[in-house]
């Protein structure tokens, strides 16, 4: 994950808005794609991926750790509500382009919901401004992710195809 952490750093930095908030964030797409991919076990890689690279300067071990458990935990409940909903089964076979942007407005959402419910009980103060920007950065991020997944999937199982 630290990867895809720098590499959000180097290519959108000018579109960071503040130390939490990012107008794309490439990892709210990793996640959700950790999620499709590894279902629960995923929750525990997110939640020490995200312990690892929480930011040091800000925060305190508390903060780290319910920010680290939002983050693992926000993908994996978006993808299993919207997986069952949508009838989606453990292959991904029937995920297509209506499933993921539903996938991805909910994920975008809910994350958003959360984050700023905790920012509000810790009293972060985080404004609606922030809201909107974390909720385009995420469905951003989420968006391009999942664009390269889905086309990953479609070359996989075109190549099983025609080499079958």
Not at 2 to 31: T, W, Y
Not at 84 to 94: A, G, P, T
Request: charged content about 15%; hydrophobic content about 55%; aromatic content about 12%.
């Amino acid at each position: 994950m630290d990867i895809f952490f720098k590499l959000n750093i180097i290519v959108f930095s000018f579109l960071e808005k503040s130390q939490f908030v990012k107008l794309v964030f490439i990892l709210a797409g990793v996640r959700l794609v950790s999620m499709l991919l590894f279902n629960a076990l995923g929750v525990i890689g997110l939640f020490v991926g995200a312990l690892i690279t929480s930011p040091i300067v800000g925060t305190n071990l508390t903060e780290a750790l319910i920010i680290s458990l939002i983050s693992a935990l926000n993908p994996y409940l978006s993808v299993l509500i919207t997986k069952r909903l949508l009838h989606v089964d453990k292959l991904l076979k029937k995920l297509h382009a209506k499933e993921l942007i539903l996938i991805a407005l909910f994920s975008a959402l809910f994350n958003c919901l959360s984050y700023h419910f905790y920012f509000g009980l810790s009293n972060l103060h985080m404004s609606w401004e922030s809201f909107e920007n974390m909720f385009i950065g995420d469905l951003l991020g989420i968006t391009l992710v999942l664009f390269i997944f889905s086309l990953s999937l479609k070359l996989m199982r075109k190549s099983k195809l025609t080499s079958a």
